[in-house]
């Protein structure tokens, strides 16, 4: 399954005429997007396809999902917020199935602490499905997420002040593999979209997966408990 994802950047970044050049380009199975305005809901006039669009409260953007696949309606995920007052609303992800695999679309919060218990949260809600997380991590450094793989590009996908690199745009999947990922060319946004090939790794699916079969997970938990004896 083809997979992009791109933070369009408000009302200063990527417009609807935009995000339909690049899906016309790539021609995804599943493409992700992060500040999407309410323009970005003509999208499925100039493409066909299906699409959802998760408003944040109190701000004017928020996550959207468009596919050439019917998907059902995406549920919304609540994330762990600040506590500060003045901070900004609290942010949610936005969880969808294509086909096999369950995506929660994302951008996370600035605090470095603060992201990484939101990735706890997703990944949480996600256990036992073929899974990926995709989108704006605004994370420094490394991610280690139990039963997760970073699978993303690896080159820098934003430059802060037009100067500092950093790779904010992610991908951590489970039950999946990566047959390819790199990061695009910039266009109007300050974000480059990322582009996956993600499969469902061998013997996992909606059924078969080792989560769905109690004979299967007691036989994993069996060889933890050997592992850490």
Same mark, same amino acid.
């Given at each position: 399954?083809?997979?992009?994802?791109?933070?369009?950047?408000?009302?200063?970044?990527?417009?609807?005429?935009?995000?339909?050049?690049?899906a016309t380009r790539e021609k995804p199975d599943v493409l992700l997007m992060q500040e999407a305005t309410?323009?970005?809901?003509?999208?499925?006039?100039?493409?066909?396809?299906?699409?959802?669009? =998760?408003?944040?409260?109190?701000?004017?953007?928020?996550?959207?999902?468009?596919?050439?696949?019917?998907?059902?309606?995406?549920?919304?995920?609540?994330?762990?917020a600040s506590r500060l007052p003045g901070r900004l609303p609290r942010r949610r992800a936005q969880i969808?199935?294509?086909?096999?695999?369950?995506?929660?679309?994302?951008?996370?919060?600035?605090?470095? =602490?603060?992201?990484?218990?939101?990735?706890?949260?997703?990944?949480?809600?996600?256990?036992?499905?073929?899974?990926?997380?995709?989108?704006?991590?605004?994370?420094?450094?490394?991610? =280690?997420?139990?039963?997760?793989?970073?699978?993303?590009?690896?080159?820098?996908?934003?430059?802060?002040?037009?100067?500092?690199?950093?790779?904010?745009?992610?991908?951590?999947?489970?039950?999946?593999?990566?047959?390819?990922?790199?990061?695009?060319?910039?266009?109007?946004?300050?974000?480059?979209?990322?582009?996956?090939?993600?499969?469902?790794?061998?013997?996992?699916?909606?059924?078969?997966?080792?989560?769905?079969?109690?004979?299967?997970?007691?036989?994993?938990?069996?060889?933890?408990?050997?592992?850490?004896?």
């Open positions: 399954m083809k997979v992009v994802s791109w933070n369009l950047l408000r009302l200063k970044g990527a417009a609807v005429e935009d995000v339909a050049d690049l309410v323009h970005i809901e003509q999208l499925p006039t100039l493409l066909g396809g299906y699409f959802h669009r =998760l408003s944040w409260l109190g701000r004017i953007h928020g996550l959207a999902v468009w596919s050439p696949h019917r998907f059902a309606r995406p549920r919304a995920l609540s994330l762990p969808v199935q294509v086909g096999d695999i369950h995506f929660a679309n994302v951008h996370l919060s600035h605090g470095q =602490l603060l992201n990484r218990r939101q990735l706890a949260r997703i990944a949480a809600a996600l256990r036992g499905k073929p899974s990926a997380i995709i989108g704006d991590y605004n994370v420094v450094g490394p991610v =280690l997420l139990p039963g997760f793989a970073d699978v993303g590009p690896r080159e820098p996908t934003h430059y802060a002040s037009n100067v500092v690199p950093f790779r904010l745009d992610r991908c951590l999947v489970h039950g999946l593999s990566c047959r390819g990922a790199d990061a695009l060319a910039f266009g109007p946004s300050d974000h480059r979209p990322i582009r996956l090939e993600l499969a469902l790794l061998e013997g996992w699916g909606l059924e078969g997966g080792l989560a769905a079969r109690p004979d299967q997970r007691w036989q994993r938990r069996d060889r933890l408990r050997r592992l850490y004896r």
